[in-house]
Each structure stands twice: as structure tokens, then as C-alpha cells.
């Protein structure tokens, strides 16, 4: 499976796909705002997007906003993983189009079993 | 300072210290400090705003700071090097998202900024008189950080 992660912040890029590689995940391209993911998703192969919320330029929001409007990408997994972590929140960013959420911080375990849910009937979900 | 909040910001501490950095913190007993400040060379800071405002800091030395990081990102504390300022911050902003979430299930929504990270050996912080503050000492091993909470307006 192809992961494209999404964070401003360089160490939570590495934590995420510091965690994605202990859960056997090899296949990992990295974007620090939402900008440079809609690039990433147009040049590369992607079959799971995991993305922040609070980023500069372009918010973990609008960026799920943008890729749903792409028919192809109507069904690309996303989960998004943030500190905002009230019902609210969560509310919004299911509206947005995120399949679901990892609240900080989180366990390995935690991160296995939201990928789990999101890409369950996905071909070469993990 | 209300009691409940600081136990919110020291539960908060420790979660996200033990899930990210694998780190347990031993709890010290809080300071309220009318000039207090701690000895620290990387201040890191997430501001929040809305039913209740204020900012939520995480004061460290060069040696914690190294150490934290490299907890964090699974590597040795000599090898830590440019990686830390962005480290700290995001300790800091997962501290005061957890702090901020059980606000809001309080029924006092609020919103929390993006971290600001000081590093330096000679700088200080000073706070308006109308702001309240507390700070949460911590032993990590033999170094010892402070998680500090100031309060506008309440």
C-alpha cells in the first residue's frame, strides 16, 4: 500500500511514518502542507492519505476538501490525525471527507487500527 | 489557579509524554509563582482562546530537550541537533490539545494557536499583571521540566 503523510511539522512526519514502518508499511511519501500534497496525489500513486489538521498555507480541511472534489479521488482513504479532539471537531472533519481520525497522541496500535478501518475492502489494504 | 485545571494540564503531561516520548514523569508539587521563572533554554508555547484564554508552556534545558527529542524520534540524544526546536513544539501543542480537549468537554470551547518555540541561554518571559499563572515541575531521570499555564481575563 502507497501512504502519502501530510504535516507541517517534520517531526511528526517522522513519528508517523516512524510508526507506519514498524507496522510494516515501506511505501511512504511525505508533504509539509496541503499544497504540496495535491501535487504529491497528482504525480504519485497514493492508496492512503494521512494528514494533519493545523497546517500553514492550506489546512488538513481544505485539503480533503480539495481531493474530494476529484470523482477519482471520492473514494481515496484519508485519515486524519490532529490534537483537536472535541465532537465538534470530529463532526467537521467527517463533513470534509475524512473516513476517520487519530487523535495525538497516539499508540502504534492505535495507528494500525484506524488504517484497518479506513482501507477494510481496499485493494492492498493492509 | 482552579484546582481541576491543573490537574488537567498535569494528566495531559503525562499522557503525552509516556504514549510519544516513552517517557514517565515524576509529578512535583505545582508552583504559583508571582515572579517564578524556571531556568530553561528551550520555551515552548501553545496559546489558546475562547471561553477561556491563556497559554500553556513546556520550559526545558538544552540536555531535556535533547533527550525528549530523541525519545521521541527513536534516536540517541547526542545525535539530536536541528531536530529539537520542531520536537519540542509539537510536545508542547499535543500537551495543550489534550489540556484544551478536556476544557472543551467542560463546556469551555476553545481554540488552540500553532507552537512557538524560544531556544537561547540568556532570555527571559514575563506575563502582563492580570495574567495567573502556575507551573508544574517534573523530574525526567535526573533533569527537570516545567509545564506552565497562564490564564487572561478569568
Known amino acids: 500500500m502507497h501512504l502519502l503523510v501530510v504535516d507541517d511539522s517534520s517531526t511528526m512526519r517522522r513519528i508517523i511514518i516512524n510508526t507506519l514502518k514498524k507496522l510494516g508499511h515501506n511505501e511512504i511519501i511525505e508533504a509539509s502542507n496541503g499544497r504540496e500534497a495535491i501535487d504529491r496525489l497528482a504525480k504519485d500513486r497514493v492508496d492512503l492519505v494521512i494528514t494533519d489538521w493545523n497546517m500553514p498555507e492550506m489546512s488538513g480541511i481544505e485539503f480533503v476538501r480539495s481531493v474530494r472534489t476529484s470523482r477519482s479521488r471520492e473514494q481515496l482513504p484519508i485519515l486524519m490525525v490532529t490534537t483537536n479532539a472535541a465532537h465538534d471537531d470530529i463532526v467537521a472533519a467527517v463533513e470534509a471527507g475524512v473516513n476517520n481520525y487519530v487523535v495525538k497522541p497516539f499508540t502504534p496500535e492505535t495507528m494500525r487500527e484506524k488504517i484497518q478501518a479506513v482501507t477494510a475492502g481496499v485493494e492492498g489494504g493492509a | ?154
Request: charged share 15%.
Open chain 2, 1 to 154: 489557579m482552579k484546582d481541576h485545571l491543573i490537574a488537567h494540564l498535569v494528566a495531559a503531561t503525562h499522557e503525552v509524554f509516556e504514549t510519544m516520548a516513552g517517557t514517565t514523569l515524576r509529578s512535583c508539587p505545582p508552583i504559583e509563582p508571582s515572579a517564578f521563572a524556571p531556568m530553561a533554554n528551550v520555551v515552548a508555547t501553545v496559546g489558546f482562546a475562547g471561553g477561556i484564554s491563556g497559554l500553556v508552556t513546556l520550559y526545558s534545558g538544552f540536555a531535556a530537550a535533547r533527550a525528549i527529542t530523541g525519545a521521541m524520534l527513536g534516536m540517541e540524544a547526542a545525535e539530536v541537533n536541528g531536530e529539537m526546536p520542531d520536537a519540542m513544539g509539537e510536545m508542547a501543542n499535543m500537551i495543550a490539545g489534550l489540556f484544551r480537549s478536556k476544557l472543551v468537554a467542560e463546556g469551555l470551547p476553545c481554540d488552540i494557536s500553532i507552537p512557538t518555540v524560544t531556544v537561547g541561554s540568556d532570555f527571559s518571559t514575563r506575563y502582563g499583571s492580570e495574567v495567573t499563572r502556575v507551573l508544574c515541575p517534573f523530574e525526567m531521570g535526573n533533569e527537570e521540566i516545567f509545564v506552565g499555564l497562564a490564564l487572561t481575563g478569568n
